[in-house]
């Protein structure tokens, strides 16, 4: 029986955050045919552009975002633009990453479902190694935790310049992840309130 695909809009921050979300999404319609979907995802360029983002305005929306530092201040934040925007929360459904309950990011997403977690130890250990260096050496930096994320793509051939998109980070990261059950059942929600 041939399913109807359904069309979302979804919101993101970033393009690694649409690069991930579109490989994520291509796990989830391959291990469950009953998911048929038609993507429609645009970023704001941060967490600030949703003002910038009129056609928000019509239909359903999910948005998901990182909860950076702070999930409380961030979903607020969300909810503030929105509603500047004259937007009912009731066309909105907003995910916070990594797991809609803690703070971090997409990288900390990431680095919860690795596959080979003994290269995010070698990265530790250089962050190790150079916290222990900066004492007395006020030039040096502990590296961004995206670093942390590029040095693991690095390690299976993603070089720059190559584009984000045209690296396949789904071999690397383990899509049946635990870390990922509320993203998942966000998305699977979403999508059977879709009509």
């Known amino acids: 029986m041939s399913l109807e695909a359904k069309e979302i809009n979804i919101l993101v921050e970033g393009k690694a955050d649409k690069d991930f979300l579109e490989l994520y999404l291509k ?7 009953d998911i048929q979907i038609k993507l429609k995802i645009d ?5 600030d552009g949703i003002h910038n983002m009129q056609q928000i305005k019509k239909g359903k929306w999910l948005i998901i975002f990182d909860a950076d530092n702070d999930i409380q201040t961030s979903k607020r934040d969300i909810e503030k633009q929105l509603d500047d925007l004259e937007i009912s929360l009731d066309n909105i459904k907003i995910f916070l990453l990594p797991n809609n309950n803690d703070s971090g990011n997409l ?5 919860n479902i690795v ?7 070698c990265f530790d250990s250089y962050e190790y190694c150079l ?25 299976f051939g993603y070089k720059n310049p190559t584009k ?3 690296f396949d980070l789904s071999p690397y990261v383990n899509f049946n992840s ?16 879709i009509k």
């Open 178 to 193: 635990n870390y990922l059950k509320e993203l998942k059942e966000f998305l699977i929600s979403a999508f059977k309130e």
């Open 115 to 121: 596959k080979y977690k003994e290269i995010l130890c």
């Open 27 to 33: 796990y989830l319609q391959a291990v469950s045919p």
């Open 43 to 47: 970023v704001s360029n941060g967490k």
């Open 107 to 111: 990288e900390t997403l990431i680095e």
């Open 164 to 166: 984000e998109d045209q």
């Open 131 to 155: 916290s222990k260096n900066m004492i007395g050496n006020k030039n040096f930096r502990t590296p961004a935790k995206k670093t942390k994320v590029f040095a693991y793509m690095s390690s």
